[in-house]
Every structure is written in C-alpha cells, then in structure tokens.
C-alpha cells in the first residue's frame, strides 16, 4: 500500500462525509449531540465545503508532487 493509495482513500472519506453532511445534515449533527435549528444546518453545511475543498487536494495529491511526496504528505498532515 503506497501514499497515492492512502491520499486517495482519504480523499473518499471526506468526500462522504461532504455528502452526508450537506444532503443529511440533521443526522450529522444530531449525531454529535448537536441542536439541530435552521442556522446550525446552515453553518454546518458551509463547513462542509471545506471536506471539499480538501478532499480535492487530497486526491490530487500525488499528481501534483510525485517526486517527494512523503515529505508533502508530512506537509499536508499537519495542515489538515
């Protein structure tokens, strides 16, 4: 199993979770212990652009270092 691999898998997980979030955001939050009002699915959902956003540059992680990507994945890691 290599990093590509790893990155892609985690790339799959935020991506359901983006999904579930934004389509079902009342089991999500309710989930959490969450109260689940208008505003908070608001706020929740907007959150959820950010799985997106890093769902997409997890996949697209080993194309844009193929070189040294451990040391990006170190990198992304703690960003994340």
């Not at 990155?7 to 109260?35: C, D, K």
């Not at 959820?48 to 990198?75: T, V, Y």
């Amino acid at each position: 199993m290599g990093l590509p691999l790893i990155f892609r898998v985690f790339s799959g997980i935020l991506f359901i979770n983006f999904i579930v979030a934004t389509f079902v955001p009342e089991v999500r939050l309710e989930q959490a212990n969450f109260v689940t009002s208008q505003n908070m699915i608001t706020l929740s959902q907007a959150f959820e652009m950010s799985h997106l956003g890093a769902a997409f540059i997890a996949f697209r992680m080993p194309l844009i270092d193929g070189d040294s990507l451990f040391s990006l994945g170190q990198f992304y890691s703690i960003i994340i």
